[in-house]
């Protein structure tokens, strides 16, 4: 099997990192032209690995190339998304890899200042990536000239201090700008108007890490490991119960069942699977039946859920679906940055009914009522947030109907715990 | 008037360089001034204010958003157990029951001795080693109450 990140981790040292072929990609994207770069970057149908996955030749393509204010890179190293653990991964095993990507991305954009923005949580690997930095500009990969070019960029890590919703791009950009993480309303967008009111790209970690591949090896080569609208391979963050939590990279297009079965060892114990939680705790939860599918985002969208950041939350017979309730909605609540009238009140609203559901006071009608509040949530805020919220209560609540009515109605879990 | 050490003092000055605009800087001297004094109460936010030339409202309005930043004295060590769904599965809710009984404290809380705060937060991204908590920094996962009582009791 091909894969595209994995193979680096444990080259941690830039000599190490060297030795095993690291930076040819930036070399070679900078014996090329930008214009060819973003070619070879829209051929790989590389999509963002943040969540959304936006085409990331396409992301861009929109940042006028001409522009009299300087444009900027954003490395989303937020990672917030409850169930990932990725980016993580790639920042201590191979820091040189994303430092090459985000080379390539400059390089591509005309980019000459570039940010990374880590979780304050993260502050032992953003020292390891300021160490790695700094070895990059020894070499002269980063600064003034790079590979001899007429080329400069500089790089900095920036760390957040705890806040979800700065993992969403304009409230990371926002909270970059020394201010409260509120996200702004769009248009304008931030490949027009970001950072400073500047050109900006935003991209997701272990996109910018699969970059250096589709240099030197090409983007047909990237594309054709994945699927027809997902190239590439994917990093999945397996957690919950299953008996080897971890990170598996696999192609786009792997199943979900092969993933679990076969790769994180099955269900620990060897006891039932009750569903599975695909892509981070905003995408709608799967039930056993549903989890043959592959995995790449447009075969999880027509299942109605998301592949998300790839995060996979296995949950096994033991799970109370009223707990599972109770602490994604308590999430959102605790995370809601308070701009938009239906996410303030809509979320912690879902996750009273939800605590009292599971503490046995639940009424006749919660479960429509938690609908019912969800769907009203949906499309009508400042940020996708309120619909990260609402998406995985629909499916929770509709998925797990009986148990949840026989929770209310018995006023106790109906799952037999040990 | 507290003072700020001549070493973090350098640290700020390098780190305002580094964006175009000072106000930038904002979150990450928050977090040197917090190493500095353990936490950020108005006198630290009006400090901060005059370093960046910012209204001290603004720099308020910060440190009451980001969960990271101490409002007021906390312990010697800071105990964050994640109880976001992951740890949950894993059996997060009886260690965090555990934690408040072994250190007499409620959540938010510091013991009386001033060792230990605890604090209950949100998914940590080291959902791997669920159940897991955060003490000063560093990651401590596959918790059980006996690992937990080993961790705490080489904290001195
Ligand atoms: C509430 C919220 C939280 C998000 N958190 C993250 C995050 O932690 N990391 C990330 O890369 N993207 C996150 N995103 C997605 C970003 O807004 C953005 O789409 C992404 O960084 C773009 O990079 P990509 O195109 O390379 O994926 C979040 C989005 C929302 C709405
Ligand atoms: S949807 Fe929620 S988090 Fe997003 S801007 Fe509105 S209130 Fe803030
Ligand atoms: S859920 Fe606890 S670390 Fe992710």
């Known amino acids: ?48 690995r943040g969540g959304a996955g936006f085409p990331t030749g396409l992301k861009w393509s929109f940042v006028p190339k001409e522009s009299t204010k300087p444009k900027y890179l954003c490395v989303n190293a937020d990672e917030g998304e409850p169930g990932t653990f990725k980016d993580k991964y790639i920042i201590k095993e191979a ?24 979780r304050g949580e993260y502050g032992k690997f953003a020292l390891l990536l300021e160490r790695a930095i700094e070895e990059a500009y020894e070499k002269g990969f980063l600064g003034k000239n790079i ?22 791009e304009t409230a990371l950009i ?58 590439g391979t994917k990093l999945f963050a397996v957690s919950g119960h299953v008996k080897k939590p971890g990170i598996y990279e696999l192609p786009m297009g792997t199943s979900l069942k092969t993933l679990i079965y076969e790769y994180a060892g099955g269900i620990r114990e060897n006891r039932r699977l009750k569903g599975v939680i695909p892509g981070g705790s905003s995408s709608p939860i799967l039930k056993p039946e549903e989890i043959d599918i592959p995995l790449d985002y447009d075969s999880l969208m027509k299942a109605g859920s998301m592949l998300g950041s790839g ?50 006071r639940g009424r006749d009608g919660d479960l429509d009522l ?12 400042i940020c996708p947030l309120a619909d990260a ?14 148990e949840l009515e026989e929770h209310i109605r018995e006023k106790r879990c109906p799952v037999e715990r040990e | 008037m507290k003072e700020i050490s001549p070493k973090a003092m350098e640290k700020i000055e390098a780190l305002i360089k580094r964006y175009p605009v000072k106000r930038s800087a904002l979150l990450e001297v928050l977090h040197i001034v917090q190493q500095e004094w353990g936490y950020i109460d108005q006198e630290g936010e009006e400090t901060v204010a005059e370093i960046l030339d910012l209204e001290p409202v603004r720099v308020h309005e910060v440190v009451s958003f980001y ?34 009984r072994k250190l007499k404290v409620d959540e938010g809380g510091t013991t009386s001795d001033g060792r230990f705060t605890l604090q209950t937060v949100e998914c940590l991204g080291a959902c791997e080693i669920a159940p897991v908590m955060q003490v000063d920094g560093e990651f401590y996962g596959n918790l059980t109450p006996e690992k937990i009582d080993r961790i705490l009791e080489e904290m001195k």
Not at chain 1, 209 to 224: D, M, Q
Not at chain 1, 389 to 402: G, L, Q, S, T
Not at chain 2, 70 to 93: F, Q, S
Request: overall charge positive; proline content about 5%; hydrophobic content about 40%.
């Open chain 1, 1 to 48: 099997m091909s894969l595209v990140i994995t193979p680096w981790f444990g080259k941690v040292s830039i000599d190490d990192y060297i030795k095993a072929g690291g930076y040819q990609g930036a070399r070679k994207a900078l014996s090329m032209s930008p214009e060819e770069v973003i070619e070879e970057v829209k051929k790989s149908n590389l999509r963002g």
């Open chain 1, 95 to 118: 820091p040189h890899l994303l430092i090459e990507g985000v080379i390539i991305a400059s390089w591509a954009v005309g980019i000459n200042t570039a940010f990374v923005y880590i």
């Open chain 1, 147 to 168: 590979f001899g070019k007429d080329f400069s960029l500089d790089l900095f890590v920036h760390r957040g201090a705890g806040a979800y919703v700065c993992g969403e």
């Open chain 1, 174 to 231: 926002e909270s970059l700008e020394g201010k409260r993480g509120n996200p702004r309303i769009r248009p304008p967008f931030p490949a027009t108007m970001g950072l400073y009111n500047c050109p900006t790209v935003v991209n997701n970690v272990e996109t910018l890490a699969n970059l250096p591949a589709i240099i030197t090896k090409g983007g047909e080569w990237f594309a054709s490991l994945g699927v027809e609208k997902s190239g």
């Open chain 1, 311 to 360: 995060a996979v939350i296995v949950l096994d017979e033991t799970t109370c679906m009223a707990k599972v309730l109770q602490v994604i909605t308590r999430f959102y609540a605790h995370e809601s940055c308070g701009q938009c009238t239906p996410c303030r009140q809509g979320t912690p609203w879902m996750a009273k009914i939800a605590e009292r559901i599971v503490a046995g």
């Open chain 1, 370 to 381: 938690l609908v019912d509040i969800a769907r009203s949530m949906m499309g009508k805020t």
């Open chain 1, 389 to 402: 919220a609402a998406m995985p209560v629909i499916a929770i609540c509709e998925k797990y109907r009986d």
């Open chain 2, 67 to 100: 969960t990271m930043y101490e409002r007021k004295p906390v312990g010697k060590h800071i105990i964050r157990v994640c109880r976001n769904l992951t740890c949950t599965l894993m059996g997060a809710e009886s260690l965090i029951s555990y934690l408040k």
